[in-house]
């Protein structure tokens, strides 16, 4: 069942009912001031840091769900409605949520009265806008009482659900004219504060979430909307608002809107008052004044749409499927630039409060963005590698705001060295800027120890050379890309968490899909090496490579797949001799995208077995069968019940990694079919079953052992976006660059003819047509540019601003 649909030329998705199975999102906002909006209204603000910065306050776990948000109350007699139909959920006449790129439109109608509410961050400015349009449709003139209403959260939004006993006195408010400004803890430690507004007087407000909404009042029914109206509320502690009252007579036939605005404002020391005790609000009146004027919105929205539009023109597929270029030309891009931002702090799942930015997760969103904006990219990889320890080592996670290393989570997760080299790699391999190595980026935040980038990056591999365990595969730490595979934990007692508890290191336990990393990464970093004329130091890198590579193929070799680790005891986990787990789906995918055994038949064997094993209709699970009990020597992956999450999930990351897999070995058919299974615009059609939005990833579909097999979980802040946008323009499509220029390699369905990619490139233009006369899956006859047949199937870089005509045939 479907609960709207695509609009690519307007590069939307409708959502035509307000019931979808979960709040479906989206977020506006690309650089400082984020926020997240549900398809009713719902969701929250924050600028640069969802825990330390948080404008508005949102309740996860609420019931009924997704209550606060950017809300609009309509009121004509004794009739409330919303546009978006929360919180009071009056019945509308028509619904409709348009979720764009960076804003959304909701709109909706009762009684002959039209509302459309469209909400977006205007590109580089520090505020959300949203424009409220009233239509009286109905053919007589009309009295209505519109409410605008927000609710602040008091800065860090963790104190802020935890620390009652003191936030529920510190809550402090301005009111000057059409604007509330919000100045809790202002007086002291901060110099920030934030402010609603209006383009026009309202007739009344309110500040105190008491007085408005009621202490047993709820945001479904507040009591000034059902009673008589604001009462000019002034919030001295408990819970600051912004609430105003608009009483608007409309004629037949005629509209209005007001533009309102919640914007962050910073103020230095010495700029902090206007008088003793009254705020400096010199900033915030110039951004209101610069969004009051006729157009200013209008315009906001163009600039919007134009920056879109260029972003996504870096990419271009024509591939004659509506889905495919759905997905490769939309809406996996964008959320490959939403997880760039965000990394895996803020989203309906993720509250904002924890996690922060991840290394590894960082450093693998930049695969799928370095090609919108590359050098907002740069500076991620520099921000990253400062969080490096000397040793190679890495601080698991960091906080935006900070940009420093969290001392909580720490580090020991022997994945994250290489991930950066994967990130860098990438990046040269985009911009063709090598100058990014030479930066200099200190380690542990520390400037005194700064060092090249390129020391970061020998480090990162020196990392995992010099720990190296019993088999000679390297030492997993507290885990790699699994966080959940946790083998020198050993946690017993609950709350303990699975991420610190135990030795960061141990000394037996060992990771074959670290091997798999340490591989191709390795390589890439050899090859860089290479280039940049350290030829000997590449020979040595290649010759640990080798050894490492030898032991995935013995030890972590299991006769049919890759086995995945070694516990601290020393005991298999992922081979035919386990009870349960006896495979995983990382290592087959690793190791084969470095091409462990491509050439002795293992890549192919770990291929098939992942498909009679793994395989599901709505994805490959990451292992089986699934853990029942809980493994005291596994850790968390054994404490989920069977089918969710890492055990035995359809953890949708690595699905992508067996489509790259499998174009390693030139299997178009089946990379092609692993890719559509989880590809959101293909599963459309199972809305109800799936439940997360459709238009982006989750992180997670339940798996064939859940009792909720096919539902999505963790939708929008995922490593799959950037890893399918990687398994499908670059592996599937084949246009990939590489260090000396752009390679066209596809690797596709036997049954496609053809299809066309534009893509800019260091600058320049390439138009590829590619015509698969003899229906292959791999391999190409010829190459001609600019109507000139080249050697090899490498473009050459081209000057930028030039634009070039590219004519491959498969065969
Ligand atoms: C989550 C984490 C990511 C990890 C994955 C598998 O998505 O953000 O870092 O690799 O789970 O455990
Ligand atoms: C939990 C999740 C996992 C995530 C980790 C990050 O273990 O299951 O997916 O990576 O938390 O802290």
């Known amino acids: 069942m479907r609960f709207g649909y695509f609009d690519d030329t307007k590069r939307e998705y409708v ?104 909400m977006l961050v205007p590109n580089k400015a520090n505020c959300l806008l949203v424009r409220l349009s009233i239509s009286n449709e109905s053919g ?49 430690r901060r110099d920030h504060y934030a402010v609603f507004w209006a383009d026009r007087e309202p007739d009344a407000f309110d500040t105190s979430r008491d007085a408005f909404i009621g202490v047993y009042g709820s945001p479904a029914r507040p009591e000034a909307v059902f009673g008589s109206g604001c009462t000019g509320s002034v919030a001295h502690g408990w819970q600051p608002i912004a609430a105003q009252q608009f009483d608007l007579e409309l004629a037949a036939g005629e509209s209005t809107s007001i533009v309102f605005g919640l914007g ?78 965000m990394s895996r702090s803020a989203s309906y799942f993720e509250s904002g409060m924890g996690r922060g930015m991840g290394f590894r997760d960082s450093c693998q969103d930049l695969l799928g963005f370095v090609h919108m904006i590359p050098e907002r990219a740069r500076e991620r990889i520099l921000d990253i590698a400062a969080t490096q320890f000397p040793d190679g080592s890495a601080y698991h996670q960091y906080q935006p705001l900070t940009k420093k290393g969290n001392l909580a989570v720490g580090s020991g997760f022997n994945d994250d060295p290489l991930w950066l080299i994967a990130g860098t790699d990438a990046y040269i391999r985009e911009t063709g800027d090598w100058s990014i190595l030479d930066e200099n980026v200190p380690f542990d935040n520390d400037p005194s120890l700064a060092q090249p980038l390129s020391e970061h990056l020998r480090r990162s591999f020196r990392y995992t050379t010099e720990h190296l365990g019993p088999h000679g595969l390297p030492l997993i730490g507290r885990a790699d890309w699994n966080d959940c595979l946790n083998l020198n934990c050993f946690s017993k007692h609950p709350g303990e968490s699975f991420q610190i508890t135990g030795p960061s290191e141990g000394p037996v336990a060992e990771s074959v899909f670290i091997g798999g990393m340490y591989v191709k990464y390795g390589r890439a970093w050899a090859d860089i090496l290479k280039h940049t004329g350290l030829a000997a130091e590449a020979e040595a890198a290649e010759s640990s490579i080798s050894a490492v590579e030898a032991a995935v193929l013995d030890a972590g070799w299991d006769g049919e797949w890759f086995r995945r680790a070694y516990d601290a005891y020393g005991n298999v986990v992922g081979g035919s001799e386990c009870e349960e787990g006896k495979i995983f789906i990382e290592p087959q995918g690793m190791c084969v ?7 002795t038949g293992e890549a192919a064997k770990a291929l098939e077995s992942v498909k009679k094993m793994l395989d599901t209709k709505y994805g490959i699970v990451l292992l089986q069968p699934a853990y029942t009990k809980y493994h005291l020597e596994l850790g968390e992956i054994s404490s989920y019940p069977p089918g969710y999450k890492e055990n035995a999930g359809i953890f949708c990351h690595n699905n992508p990694w067996i489509v790259c897999a499998e174009t390693e070995l030139g299997h178009g058919d089946r990379a092609f079919e692993v890719y559509a299974r989880t590809a959101p615009a293909y599963i459309e059609d199972i809305s109800e079953i799936h439940r997360t939005e459709p238009y982006v990833y989750s992180q997670m579909i339940a798996g064939s052992d859940a009792a909720t097999f096919g539902e999505g979980k963790n939708s929008w802040l995922t490593g799959t976006a950037a890893w399918t946008f ?48 003899d229906g292959v899956q791999k391999g190409i006859r010829e190459v001609i540019v600019d109507g000139r047949r080249i050697e090899g199937n490498v473009l050459p870089v081209l000057e930028s601003g030039s634009c070039t005509k590219v004519a491959v045939v498969m065969g």
């Open 264 to 341: 962050y404002i910073e103020n230095s020391e010495d700029e902090k008052w206007e008088a003793p005790g009254v705020i400096n609000k010199k900033k915030a009146e110039d951004l209101i004044a610069a969004y009051s004027c006729a157009g200013a919105f209008d315009r906001a929205m163009e600039e919007l749409k134009a920056s879109w539009a260029d972003l996504l023109s870096h990419y271009i597929v024509g591939s004659g499927s509506e889905k495919l270029d759905r997905m490769v030309n939309i809406w996996n891009q964008y959320q490959c630039m939403v997880t760039f931002n």
């Open 15 to 118: 959502i035509t009912s307000p019931r979808t199975p979960l709040p479906w999102i989206n977020y506006l906002g690309s650089e400082d001031f984020f926020t997240l909006c549900s398809n009713t209204a719902g969701g929250y603000s924050f600028y640069r840091d969802a825990r330390l910065r948080r404008l508005t306050r949102y309740r996860y776990n609420n019931s009924p769900l997704d209550q606060e948000g950017f809300r609009f109350y309509i009121r004509e007699d004794d009739i409330v409605w919303n546009p978006g139909w929360q919180p009071v959920q009056t019945e509308l006449e028509s619904y409709s949520c348009r979720h764009g790129l960076g804003y959304t439109v909701i709109e909706g109608s009762r009684g002959g009265v039209k509302a459309s509410q469209e």
């Open 726 to 773: 990687l398994s499908i323009s670059q592996a599937i499509l084949g246009v990939k660059p590489t260090l000396d220029g752009l390679m066209i390699d596809p690797c596709i369905p036997a049954d496609v003819k053809g299809f066309t990619v534009t893509r800019k490139f260091r600058g320049a233009v390439y138009d590829i047509t590619v015509e698969n006369p």
């Open 140 to 188: 007589f003139a009309k009295k209505l009482s519109v409410f605008p209403y927000i609710e602040f959260c008091l800065w860090d939004a963790v104190d802020d659900s935890s620390n009652f006993q003191r936030n529920w006195s510190i809550g402090e408010v301005e009111i000057k004219g059409s604007a509330i400004y919000h100045k809790t803890e202002y007086r002291e």
């Open 593 to 599: 995208m470095a091409r462990v055994g491509a050439e």
